[in-house]
C-alpha cells in the first residue's frame, strides 16, 4: 500500500465549508441581459454595458502581458480567471463575501482557490481604487512562486508596488506613490520593523480591510524604498533577502544579513525616505504594444447560466447555502443543461459529501459538460471513495483505474496549465504502480505550474523513491525540512528522508 501522508493529500481533494448567510437577491438580477466576453486569461460575465467590459477586459490584459513579458520563463501560467463583473455595487451586495454574518464592506476583491481564480467588482463604481485592490490581488497570483518563503509584508508590500500598475504602448509603470498610505504615514506611528516583520495572517494587522491600515502603508514605504528608493546599495542586494529566505533564514536574520543594516538603522533610513517625498516609479519596456486592441469573444447567456455563474460566485467565497437555491433555479430554466448538475455536484464536493458529487458529476458529464472542472473533481471525488478511514489508497481495479486516469486526463486536455489535475494524476499513477515514469512527469508539472504548494513535491519524492531515485529524492526533500516549511509537512519529509538510508526500503 502507498502511504500518502493524510493532511497533505486531505487539502488536495477536499475544498473547505464554510457557513452561509443569507439569499441574493431574486430573479431580477437573472433576468437581466447577461453576457459571456472571452480574452485570452479571462472569461468576463455582465450584464453591464459592453463598452465598460471591453474597456476592463483590456486593463486586466495589459497588466497579464506585461507581466509575462518582463517575466519571460518565469511567468507561472495558470487556468483562465473568472470575473463577475456587476452593474454597480448594489448589485454585488448579496454576493459579497461575510464577514461575522455580515457582507464586507469591498469595492472589489480577487478570490483565490486551488481550482478556480475569482475577480468581483462593481462596474458604475469601477475606477481606479478599484483596479488597485484587483492589481493587488492578482499580483499575489502571479508572484505566487514566492508564496511560501517571502514574509507577509513582503509579498503586501510587492503587492502594493504592482497594484499601481499604469501601461501606454510599450511602456508601463509600477510603484506610483499611493496617497492613502502616504496620508496615514504622516498622521500615525510606524510600527516597529520587529513588530511588521512579526505579522503573520492571524494578526490584526493583516486583516484590515483593503489595505488602508499602518501595516499595509508601512509594507509599502519599506518595499518601495529597498526596491526602488534612493539607496543604489540596498537596491543591489534587493535580490538577495529572497535568497535567504530560500535557504531557511528566518525573515529578521535574512533581512539583516542581506541588507548589512540593523533594524534600528533602517528604520531612521525609512523616516527619511518619507520625509524626503520622492517616490520615483519604476519605468518597464515590455516587447508587446501593450495598447494594442485585445482579441475579445462576446456571446449572450441564458438565465439558467446566469444563475450557475452566480451560485459559482457564492460557492467560491464560502456560502454554499446561498449558492444552491440558484443551482437548484438554473436545473428548473433548463433541465437538459450539465451546468447546473456541475454545480450541485461542486457544492456536494465543498461540503464533503463525494457520494452526492459523483452521482451530480456524472449526470453533468453525461449531459454533455466541456468543464475541465467537472472532470477533475469528479475523478478527485471518485478516487477519495477508495480510500480507507486514514487516507490510505490502494491499487485499483481495471476498469475503475480506467475510468479516474481517463476522466483526468480530460481535464488535463481541456486545460494543460491546470496544476491540481496533473497532481492528481500524477499521484494516482503512483498508487497504481504501473507507469512510474508518468507519474514523475505529472508531478513535475503540477510544481512547476503551482511552485508555491510543497505538498506536491512530497508527492513527487515519494515516486522517486518508488523507482529508486534515491539522490533524486533527497534532492526533492531537502527543501521540505528548512524551518520555514509548515510543521506537518516537515516531519513527513523528514521521515521519508530517513527512509530512503533504510538498507531495507519496502513500500509501507
Excluded at 505538498?455 to 529508486?468: D, V
Aim: hydrophobic share 40%; with cysteine; net charge neutral.
Amino acid at each position: 500500500m502507498i502511504r500518502h501522508l493524510v493532511c497533505g493529500l486531505t487539502a488536495f481533494l477536499l475544498l473547505a465549508a464554510a457557513t452561509a448567510f443569507g439569499e441574493p437577491g431574486g430573479n431580477a438580477l437573472v433576468q437581466r441581459n447577461w453576457f459571456e466576453t472571452r480574452t485570452a486569461s479571462f472569461n468576463i460575465y455582465s450584464c453591464a454595458s459592453t463598452q465598460e467590459v471591453s474597456r476592463l477586459a483590456a486593463r486586466l490584459e495589459q497588466f497579464r502581458e506585461a507581466y509575462s513579458n518582463l517575466a519571460g520563463t518565469n511567468a507561472v501560467a495558470s487556468p483562465s480567471i473568472v470575473v463577475m463583473a456587476f452593474p454597480d455595487h448594489k448589485s454585488m451586495e448579496p454576493y459579497l463575501p461575510l464577514y461575522q454574518g455580515k457582507p464586507v464592506s469591498l469595492a472589489a476583491f480577487f478570490h483565490r482557490g486551488s481550482d478556480e481564480n475569482l475577480i468581483v467588482l462593481g462596474l458604475s463604481d469601477h475606477g481606479p481604487d478599484s483596479m488597485e485592490v484587483i492589481f493587488h490581488e492578482y499580483t499575489h497570483l502571479l508572484l505566487r512562486h514566492n508564496d511560501r518563503i517571502w514574509p507577509i509584508w513582503l509579498k503586501e508590500g510587492m503587492a502594493e508596488i504592482y497594484s499601481t500598475f499604469d501601461a501606454s504602448g510599450h511602456g508601463a509603470r509600477i510603484g506610483l506613490p499611493i496617497s492613502h498610505h502616504l496620508r496615514l504615514l504622516s498622521q500615525k506611528s510606524f510600527m516597529p520593523l520587529k513588530e511588521l516583520f512579526a505579522v503573520d495572517h492571524d494578526s490584526p494587522q493583516y486583516n484590515e480591510q483593503e489595505h488602508q491600515g499602518i501595516f499595509y502603508a508601512e509594507a509599502w514605504l519599506l518595499t518601495h524604498y529597498l526596491m526602488l528608493g534612493d539607496n543604489p546599495g540596498l537596491k543591489a542586494r534587493f535580490g538577495q533577502l529572497t535568497t535567504l529566505l530560500r535557504q531557511g533564514q528566518k525573515p529578521e536574520q535574512a533581512f539583516t544579513n542581506a541588507f548589512q543594516v540593523t533594524l534600528p538603522q533602517m528604520e531612521a533610513q525609512l523616516h527619511r525616505y518619507l520625509e524626503r517625498g520622492r517616490f520615483e516609479p519604476l519605468p518597464l519596456l515590455v516587447k508587446a504594444d501593450l495598447s494594442a486592441p485585445r482579441s475579445m469573444v462576446r456571446r449572450g447567456i441564458t438565465p439558467s447560466e446566469t444563475s450557475y455563474w452566480l451560485g459559482n460566485e457564492l460557492l467560491r467565497v464560502n456560502r454554499p447555502d446561498a449558492a444552491e437555491p440558484l443551482f437548484t433555479q438554473a436545473q428548473k430554466l433548463a433541465p437538459t443543461s450539465p451546468l447546473p448538475y456541475e454545480g450541485l455536484g461542486m457544492l456536494a464536493a465543498q461540503r464533503k459529501k463525494s457520494e452526492e458529487a459523483v452521482r451530480q458529476l456524472k449526470e453533468s458529464l453525461q449531459r454533455g459538460s466541456t468543464s475541465f472542472l467537472a472532470h477533475y473533481v469528479y475523478a478527485r471525488e471518485r478516487f477519495h471513495l477508495t480510500a480507507d478511514a486514514k487516507e490510505r489508497y490502494t491499487t485499483l481495479s481495471d476498469s475503475a483505474a480506467k475510468e479516474i486516469r481517463s476522466e483526468l486526463e480530460k481535464s488535463i486536455g481541456l486545460m494543460p496549465n491546470f496544476g491540481p489535475a496533473h497532481q492528481l494524476l500524477g499521484f494516482f499513477e503512483l498508487v497504481q504502480g504501473e507507469n512510474l515514469a508518468a507519474a514523475e512527469e505529472h508531478l513535475r508539472r503540477s510544481i512547476q505550474l503551482e511552485p508555491e504548494n510543497q505538498w506536491y513535491s512530497l508527492a513527487l519524492a515519494q515516486a522517486q523513491m518508488a523507482r529508486k531515485e534515491t539522490d533524486a529524492a533527497r534532492r526533492t526533500l531537502e527543501p521540505l525540512r528548512l524551518p520555514n516549511v509548515e510543521a506537518k509537512l516537515r516531519e513527513h519529509a523528514e521521515e521519508l528522508f530517513q527512509e530512503i538510508g533504510r538498507p531495507a526500503n519496502r513500500k509501507p
